[in-house]
């Protein structure tokens, strides 16, 4: 069974930066698409397996990075310039790729992220 845990959320100022991590476990983890999604299942960044492909939603390019590590089964997101818009939870997802949340299977339970202004 896939388990999806993320970690890294918290309250920071307008600008600053915080590191989400999720930690993955199960079969075949490393072999799918995985991403961040935000509260009301916005699409945030998706990258492949390989990590050779990423996707951005327009209003975080530029400010957040999208970065995976298969040998440790981790996926993380570097959000940077953060501004108040951007407070949320946080959900990792593992599925076939894409920016619509039906395309995802697995979702963790999700991370706060409260920017202040």
């Known amino acids: 069974q896939v388990q999806l845990v993320e970690s890294g959320g918290g309250l920071v100022q307008a600008g600053g930066s915080l590191r989400l991590s999720c930690a993955a476990s199960?079969?075949?983890?490393?072999?799918?698409?995985m991403g961040w999604f935000r509260q009301d299942r916005d699409f945030v960044a998706s990258i492949t397996w390989s990590?050779?492909?990423?996707i951005y939603t327009d209003s975080v390019k530029g400010r957040f990075t999208i970065s995976r590590d298969n040998a440790k089964n981790a996926l993380y997101l570097q959000m940077n310039n953060l501004k108040p818009e951007d407070t949320a939870v946080y959900y990792c997802?593992?599925?076939?790729?894409?920016?619509?949340?039906?395309?995802?299977?697995?979702w963790g339970q999700g991370t706060q992220v409260t920017v202040s202004s």
């Open positions: 199960g079969p075949s983890v490393s072999s799918f698409t």
């Open positions: 997802v593992k599925g076939r790729g894409g920016s619509f949340s039906p395309q995802y299977d697995y």
């Open positions: 990590g050779g492909n990423t």
